[in-house]
């Protein structure tokens, strides 16, 4: 600590400019006030860092037996902190460039002097100046002395309430570094409590390089931060215990991760990751709220928690630390969103990350198995989302399917693909709420007949993404409730049934198109029914049923929209109706008959009719002509 000794003060106005930045870092600028440690230890940090570098070119600044450490005490009493490092410490005229005026930093000047391989070993050598006003949040009033290493210049004090102006005179210090006296605020007083101090360290800045010593309840100064990051160590040297425990205690995860990712980038790009595939889902993992799981630290000092901007919203669960040695201490969210160097360290995340579901898809096919279980609807966003990496997401997607016997027998695309019948041009889907309602739709039909296997789509996702999708190794997606179906040689048997039975029901089908014309586009045969009388289908570019029942449920408006009536000509319900219009196309019963294929079309596949008491009133009528016969 210096010597409290000092020459007449000189006052010294901020600038303009500098007293809005000033009054912006006080009141606009951080969220939460405790950060003002974070700043204070992460310059503190730099300064020793600074020192440490200096010293390879000259020696003498640093001797041998001497510890490079962040000391901080507290006096409840007095309600002060005191923060010190023997550091780099300041000359006054770095402290007037640096600390009198705010916009300008002096590790910024400090990186300028040097060029080469200088910068690159300089890594973690960070801005001085801006971050350091953050402590005014919190305090009343600030006294900084400061001694520059290897220079004769004797020492100064800074003081400042953080208003209009500072005070500068010479002091005695026996050391190089600086000391910060924090004069807390009557109503900051809890960050004088020697607790509040190690939460606050152990939250921002555990990983500092550098040990931080806080004395204990018995003036014993004791480390109270671990001085090398588990991201910054060898992953051979790590055992998975310690994976585990960092990712329970550190991460916040529960039990243990389902797979976990340690790297680290050396080069023009600097970064260290160490990120982990949760085995469960977290609560909040669907709701408009949600947060990403993936914390920033820059040049092992903590930036924030739920860092959006690392990685693409389809790979939120990911928990973990990404620590860049090339971002700016003082980044915020909004300049993160146009950062080249996060855009790079994003870009190189994604395909790792990717590549590890690879790796678990391939290897080991039950623990992916789970991994999609738990996450794949979110991961399927990245298909409409992550046009980059969508043959790599194709891949990796999986669904149900008819030839699987449950929802957890999965396929992937590659899978559908290399099982598809001989003569299969096309790879078939249907939309559905459940596995329970797709499986027994009867647009299903004609395909469980041929065993061509369908994809079961019951994520609410699936809806959304399979335009996206389009088409996977030259086979195109088809849904089974659009369009008029081609299944090629596979359904040609079906085709000249069809083409036959055209003429023989085309009178049938105006009549019915003419009843049902307020609900019906068209009335047609099909090849795509083999027990059902009856389904709707809509045209090949109009929005499937599916959807539009869920554009409804969000309170969309959805112009209504009229599907076309395909009828069976095979099943006996088309065949006694053939037959009373040809003795009387007038028949007032093909009335009500027209009307219940419509309606069970709907509820076969999940739909409400129209009218419910007027399909009650139709089928009533019905089993009363029946039971009377």
Same mark, same amino acid.
């Given at each position: 600590?210096?010597?409290?000794?000092?020459?007449?003060?000189?006052?010294?106005?901020?600038?303009?400019?500098?007293?809005? /930045?000033?009054?912006?870092?006080?009141?606009?600028?951080?969220?939460?006030?405790?950060?003002?440690?974070?700043?204070?230890?992460?310059?503190?940090?730099?300064?020793?860092?600074? /020192?440490?570098?200096?010293?390879?070119?000259?020696?003498?600044?640093?001797?041998?037996?001497?510890?490079?450490?962040?000391?901080?005490?507290?006096?409840?009493? $007095?309600?002060?902190?005191?923060?010190?490092?023997?550091?780099? *410490? &300041?000359?006054?005229?770095?402290?007037?460039?640096?600390?009198?005026?705010?916009?300008?930093?002096?590790?910024?000047?400090? =990186?300028?002097?040097?060029?080469?391989?200088?910068?690159?070993?300089?890594?973690?050598?960070?801005?001085?100046?801006?971050?350091?006003?953050?402590?005014?949040?919190?305090?009343?009033?600030?006294?900084?002395?400061?001694?520059?290493?290897?220079?004769?210049?004797? $020492?100064?004090?800074?003081?400042?309430?953080?208003?209009?102006?500072?005070?500068?005179?010479?002091? +005695?210090?026996?050391?190089?570094?600086?000391?910060?006296?924090?004069?807390?605020?009557?109503?900051?007083?809890?960050?004088?409590?020697?607790?509040?101090?190690?939460?606050?360290?152990?939250?921002?800045?555990?990983?500092?390089?550098?040990?931080?010593?806080?004395?204990?309840?018995?003036?014993?100064?004791?480390?109270?931060?671990?001085?090398?990051?588990?991201?910054?160590?060898?992953?051979?040297?790590?055992?998975?215990?310690?994976?585990?425990?960092?990712?329970?205690?550190?991460? *916040?995860?529960?039990?243990?991760?389902?797979?976990?990712?340690?790297?680290?980038?050396?080069?023009?790009?600097?970064?260290?990751?160490?990120?982990?595939?949760?085995?469960?889902?977290?609560?909040?993992?669907?709701? &408009?709220?949600?947060?990403?799981?993936?914390?920033?630290?820059?040049?092992?000092?903590?930036?924030?928690?739920?860092?959006?901007?690392?990685?693409?919203?389809?790979?939120?669960?990911?928990?973990?630390?990404?620590?860049?040695?090339? =971002?700016?201490?003082?980044?915020?969210?909004?300049?993160?969103?146009?950062?080249?160097?996060?855009?790079?360290?994003?870009?190189?995340? !994604?395909?790792?990350?990717?590549?590890?579901?690879?790796?678990?898809?391939?290897?080991?096919?039950?623990?992916?198995?789970?991994?999609?279980?738990?996450?794949?609807?979110?991961?399927?966003?990245?298909?409409?989302?992550?046009?980059?990496?969508?043959?790599?997401?194709?891949?990796?997607?999986?669904?149900?399917?008819? &030839?699987?016997?449950?929802?957890?027998?999965?396929?992937?695309?590659?899978?559908? !693909? +290399?099982?598809?019948?001989?003569?299969?041009?096309?790879? %078939?889907?249907?939309?559905?709420?459940?596995?329970?309602?797709?499986?027994?739709?009867?647009?299903?039909?004609?395909?469980?007949?041929?065993?061509?296997?369908?994809? %079961?789509?019951?994520?609410?996702?699936?809806?959304?993404?399979?335009?996206?999708?389009?088409?996977?190794?030259?086979?195109?997606?088809?849904?089974?409730?659009?369009?008029?179906?081609?299944?090629?040689? /596979?359904?040609? +048997?079906?085709?000249?049934?069809?083409?036959?039975?055209?003429?023989?029901?085309?009178?049938?089908?105006?009549?019915?198109?003419?009843?049902?014309?307020?609900?019906?586009?068209?009335?047609?045969?099909?090849?795509? =029914?083999?027990?059902?009388?009856?389904?709707?289908?809509?045209?090949?570019?109009?929005?499937?049923?599916?959807?539009?029942?869920?554009?409804? $449920?969000?309170?969309?408006?959805?112009?209504?929209?009229?599907?076309?009536?395909?009828?069976?000509?095979?099943?006996?319900?088309?065949?006694? &109706?053939?037959?009373?219009?040809?003795?009387?196309?007038?028949?007032?019963?093909?009335?009500?008959?027209?009307?219940?294929?419509?309606?069970?079309? =709907?509820?076969?596949?999940?739909?409400?009719?129209?009218?419910?008491?007027?399909?009650?009133?139709?089928?009533?009528?019905?089993?009363?002509?029946?039971?009377?016969?």
């Amino acid at each position: 600590m210096a010597n409290t000794k000092s020459t007449e003060s000189q006052h010294h106005q901020f600038q303009t400019e500098a007293k809005q /930045l000033l009054h912006l870092m006080i009141h606009s600028l951080y969220t939460h006030k405790e950060v003002f440690l974070r700043e204070l230890v992460s310059n503190a940090s730099d300064a020793l860092d600074k /020192l440490r570098f200096e010293s390879l070119t000259n020696p003498s600044l640093i001797d041998d037996k001497t510890e490079l450490a962040i000391k901080i005490k507290v006096d409840k009493t $007095a309600k002060t902190i005191t923060i010190s490092d023997n550091g780099i *410490g &300041m000359s006054r005229k770095d402290v007037m460039d640096n600390i009198g005026t705010i916009a300008r930093s002096g590790s910024k000047a400090f =990186l300028e002097k040097m060029t080469g391989d200088q910068k690159a070993d300089s890594n973690l050598i960070g801005q001085f100046g801006v971050g350091f006003y953050s402590v005014f949040m919190v305090a009343s009033s600030v006294k900084l002395y400061t001694k520059l290493a290897g220079s004769d210049e004797p $020492a100064v004090v800074w003081e400042s309430s953080g208003e209009s102006e500072y005070t500068l005179s010479e002091t +005695e210090k026996e050391t190089h570094g600086t000391d910060i006296v924090i004069y807390l605020k009557d109503e900051e007083g809890q960050y004088a409590e020697e607790h509040q101090i190690r939460s606050l360290i152990k939250k921002y800045s555990d990983f500092i390089a550098f040990a931080i010593y806080l004395p204990d309840e018995k003036g014993k100064e004791q480390i109270i931060n671990q001085t090398k990051p588990l991201w910054l160590r060898s992953a051979s040297a790590i055992t998975t215990e310690q994976y585990e425990e960092f990712y329970q205690q550190v991460i *916040g995860g529960i039990g243990s991760p389902l797979s976990t990712l340690h790297n680290r980038a050396e080069g023009i790009l600097e970064y260290s990751s160490l990120l982990f595939i949760p085995s469960k889902s977290p609560f909040d993992l669907f709701s &408009m709220d949600r947060k990403h799981g993936v914390k920033l630290y820059v040049k092992r000092v903590f930036i924030m928690d739920d860092c959006k901007e690392i990685l693409p919203e389809y790979l939120r669960f990911v928990r973990g630390v990404v620590d860049s040695e090339d =971002l700016p201490l003082n980044v915020s969210r909004e300049t993160l969103q146009h950062n080249a160097v996060m855009g790079k360290i994003s870009k190189t995340l !994604v395909g790792k990350i990717l590549g590890k579901l690879q790796e678990l898809a391939e290897k080991e096919p039950q623990t992916y198995k789970s991994f999609w279980q738990e996450f794949g609807p979110v991961f399927k966003e990245g298909l409409h989302s992550d046009f980059e990496n969508r043959e790599k997401l194709l891949e990796l997607v999986r669904f149900q399917s008819s &030839m699987g016997q449950s929802k957890d027998d999965l396929v992937s695309l590659k899978q559908y !693909v +290399e099982r598809m019948r001989p003569d299969q041009k096309d790879i %078939y889907y249907i939309t559905g709420d459940s596995r329970e309602i797709v499986e027994k739709s009867p647009h299903l039909e004609v395909f469980k007949s041929k065993s061509i296997e369908v994809l %079961y789509l019951v994520d609410p996702i699936d809806e959304w993404i399979i335009n996206d999708i389009y088409n996977f190794q030259e086979k195109k997606l088809k849904s089974v409730t659009q369009g008029d179906l081609d299944l090629g040689e /596979l359904g040609k +048997e079906e085709e000249e049934s069809r083409k036959k039975s055209d003429t023989k029901y085309k009178k049938l089908s105006e009549r019915i198109k003419n009843i049902l014309a307020d609900s019906v586009k068209e009335v047609r045969t099909t090849t795509r =029914l083999k027990d059902s009388p009856a389904c709707l289908v809509a045209d090949a570019n109009a929005m499937g049923a599916h959807m539009e029942k869920m554009m409804k $449920a969000m309170g969309q408006d959805v112009p209504a929209q009229k599907r076309i009536l395909e009828i069976n000509t095979q099943h006996p319900i088309l065949q006694n &109706m053939n037959e009373r219009y040809q003795k009387d196309p007038k028949d007032p019963e093909l009335e009500q008959w027209s009307s219940l294929l419509f309606e069970g079309a =709907l509820i076969a596949e999940g739909q409400m009719v129209p009218d419910p008491m007027a399909y009650s009133k139709r089928v009533n009528d019905l089993l009363v002509k029946v039971s009377s016969i």
